[in-house]
């Protein structure tokens, strides 16, 4: 069976490179090419690949859903390729290559927009799309939107969400390959976790949402750069409810100096104004800066009833955060 394989393999690669070789029987030009797009319209031609495309990676995930459900009845299956990500990769780069040829055939030689993009400042401006228009930069940008997407929705998840709804059964608990990407790089204080948690850091709250829970607390470890160091590093503080999002990241940090913990609050200082009070500046590994304070002593005082029937006040010292600075955009 398996020499009847390689036979046959030989002789589809043999009449494959037969085809490639042999002088067409109808030549087509570069002019034919765009008379004919200029006919149907350049969107209409766009438009078809990107779908052809699309469905050539619903294809091949289906394919590996079946693969994995016929395993799982102990049915020996062939292999349909190796990961999602790796597949990803390979579409992304066909694409890239047609991309340019379309730029520089369909649009008269003008460069395509970069799909780039920035949301590490102005208050969330990566939003919900995270980009531009869901087309922009072609299937490369639209997969690279996805797995990016896919990485914020696993980061702002609680763990203990359950998935729901379409989005839950086709992506995964896992929230899909970026979610997968997401989980491997957080853990090792990657670039691309780095990134994403930058992006839910400084992005607006109400789009993107905030990371909390158990993930808030190693997205901090990743983004302040302890990940990074090795389990042997010293020196490293804990951290507990913890919060990112918004331009603000809170929560209480336990030390050798405190070891019962000390609240803390981290400002975006491209988006508050500097805090009132005692603070430090401090660096992201992205390269942004925050200020942050730690719970000063405040005097926190209780109402309770005299007996003469007047308003009383118990007094005590408590450690309190200072009021949270303006944000540079309500100025």
């Given at each position: 069976?398996?020499?009847?394989?390689?036979?046959?393999?030989?002789?589809?690669?043999?009449?494959?490179?037969?085809?490639?070789?042999?002088?067409?029987?109808?030549?087509?030009?570069?002019?034919?090419?765009?008379?004919?797009?200029?006919?149907?319209?350049?969107?209409?031609?766009?438009?078809?690949?990107?779908?052809?495309?699309?469905?050539?990676?619903?294809?091949?995930?289906?394919?590996?859903?079946?693969?994995?459900?016929?395993?799982?009845?102990?049915?020996?299956?062939?292999?349909?390729?190796?990961?999602?990500?790796?597949?990803?990769?390979?579409?992304?780069?066909?694409?890239?290559?047609?991309?340019?040829?379309?730029?520089?055939?369909?649009?008269?030689?003008?460069?395509?927009?970069?799909?780039?993009?920035?949301?590490?400042?102005?208050?969330?401006?990566?939003?919900?799309?995270?980009?531009?228009?869901?087309?922009?930069?072609?299937?490369?940008?639209?997969?690279?939107?996805?797995?990016?997407?896919?990485?914020?929705?696993?980061?702002?998840?609680?763990?203990?969400?359950?998935p729901s709804g379409l989005g839950g059964l086709v992506g995964g608990a896992a929230g899909g390959v970026g979610g997968h990407i997401y989980s491997s790089s957080v853990s090792k204080g990657g670039s691309f976790a780095n990134n994403v948690i930058g992006s839910v850091a400084t992005g607006n709250i109400t789009q993107m949402g905030s990371i909390t829970g158990e993930k808030a607390v190693e997205a901090l470890h990743s983004y302040m750069g302890h990940t990074a160091l090795g389990a042997g590093a010293e020196n490293i503080p804990t951290y507990q409810n913890v919060e990112i999002g918004g331009g603000r990241i809170t929560g209480t940090e336990v030390t050798p100096e405190h070891p019962e913990g000390i609240a803390f609050g981290m400002y975006h200082a491209d988006q508050y104004v500097a805090p009132e009070g005692q603070y430090t500046t401090v660096h992201a590994v992205d390269g942004t800066a925050w200020y942050k304070q730690y719970a000063v002593d405040a005097v926190d005082k209780t109402p309770y009833m005299a007996p003469d029937g007047s308003i009383a006040y118990n007094e005590s010292i408590v450690k309190k955060l200072p009021p949270t600075p303006k944000r540079k955009d309500k100025i």
């Open positions: 069976m398996k020499k009847f394989k390689k036979i046959l393999f030989l002789a589809l690669m043999v009449a494959a490179l037969s085809c490639l070789f042999c002088q067409p029987a109808f030549a087509i030009s570069e002019e034919d090419v765009q008379a004919q797009v200029d006919a149907v319209g350049k969107e209409t031609v766009s438009g078809n690949v990107l779908i052809w495309f699309m469905c050539a990676i619903g294809f091949l995930k289906v394919s590996q859903k079946i693969d994995s459900f016929m395993a799982s009845l102990g049915v020996n299956v062939g292999h349909t390729g190796g990961s999602m990500l790796a597949e990803a990769m390979i579409a992304a780069k066909g694409i890239g290559g047609f991309k340019n040829f379309s730029s520089h055939h369909f649009g008269g030689g003008r460069s395509s927009s970069s799909t780039h993009v920035n949301a590490s400042g102005g208050g969330g401006r990566g939003g919900a799309g995270f980009g531009a228009g869901f087309a922009s930069g072609g299937l490369a940008g639209v997969i690279k939107r996805n797995v990016t997407n896919n990485a914020i929705k696993t980061a702002t998840t609680p763990s203990d969400a359950k």
